[in-house]
Structures are given as structure tokens and as C-alpha cells.
């Protein structure tokens, strides 16, 4: 079973940056596709960044398209989502996903069901 756990979370100004992570255990993170999504408060949750199983292929929501960017570190079984110009409608509880078979396609990366295995979400909370 594989479980994966958010870090990172926090308080931070209107502009800032904030870097949140990912790590898995009870599985390699490599060669498995990645994704991140938030949820905010009383919104749905919506998809924000993934990477494919090689990261050879990243997809971002026009949300965040030039401010966050995903990467990971299949050695440590880590990825990481590195935000910058944070706006205080980014406000939300961030959630880590991974699946169980591999997918590249930007589509794919952006699909919440493709997703089988998901953390419990770090808080990220932007003040103006």
C-alpha cells in the first residue's frame, strides 16, 4: 500500500514563495506519474501540476502556469511543488497523488480518477 505524505505547508504573504513535498513510502515514486490538487475552501478540489512517469512531461492549470513548478527526486521518492507569486486565491489545502499505472499524456496528468493513491493534504494559506 502505498502512502504519501505532504510537507511543507504554511503561512506565507501575498508574493511569496513556498516550496511543499511529497514523500512516499510502501512504494517507489519512480516511474509512476504524479500529480498535485487543491481544494480550497468551499470549492472543489481542482487539479494544479503533474509530471509523468519519466518526467518527461509536466501539465499545469492556467492557474499557476509560470509561478508553480512540479519536479521530483525519484532517489528520495519525493516531488515537489515549487510556488512563486503566491495569491491569496491559492489559498488551499494542497493533496500529493500517484497511480497505480503509468501515464504521460497532459490530459491524463490533469484527471483526478486516474489518480489512485492520495495523501492527506498540507495547508497553504496566502495572506493580502
Known amino acids: 500500500q502505498v502512502q504519501l505524505v ?10 511569496g514563495s513556498l516550496r511543499v513535498s511529497c514523500a512516499a513510502s510502501g ?12 481544494q480550497g ?3 472543489e ?7 509523468s512517469y519519466n518526467g518527461g512531461n509536466t ?13 521530483r527526486d525519484d532517489a528520495k521518492d519525493t516531488v515537489y511543488l ?6 491569496p486565491e491559492d489559498t488551499a ?3 500529493c497523488a500517484t497511480a497505480q499505472r ?10 483526478s480518477s486516474n489518480y489512485d493513491y492520495w495523501g492527506l493534504g498540507t495547508q497553504v494559506t496566502v495572506s493580502s
Open 6 to 15: 505532504e510537507s511543507g505547508g504554511g503561512l506565507v504573504q501575498a508574493g
Open 27 to 38: 512504494r517507489t515514486l519512480s516511474n509512476y506519474p504524479m500529480g498535485w490538487f487543491r
Open 41 to 43: 475552501p468551499g470549492k
Open 45 to 51: 478540489r481542482e487539479f494544479v501540476a503533474g509530471i
Open 59 to 71: 501539465a499545469y492549470a492556467d492557474s499557476v502556469k509560470g509561478r508553480f513548478t512540479i519536479s
Open 82 to 87: 515549487q510556488m512563486k507569486s503566491l495569491k
Open 93 to 95: 489545502v494542497y493533496y
Open 102 to 111: 503509468r501515464f504521460y499524456s497532459s490530459t491524463d496528468l490533469s484527471t
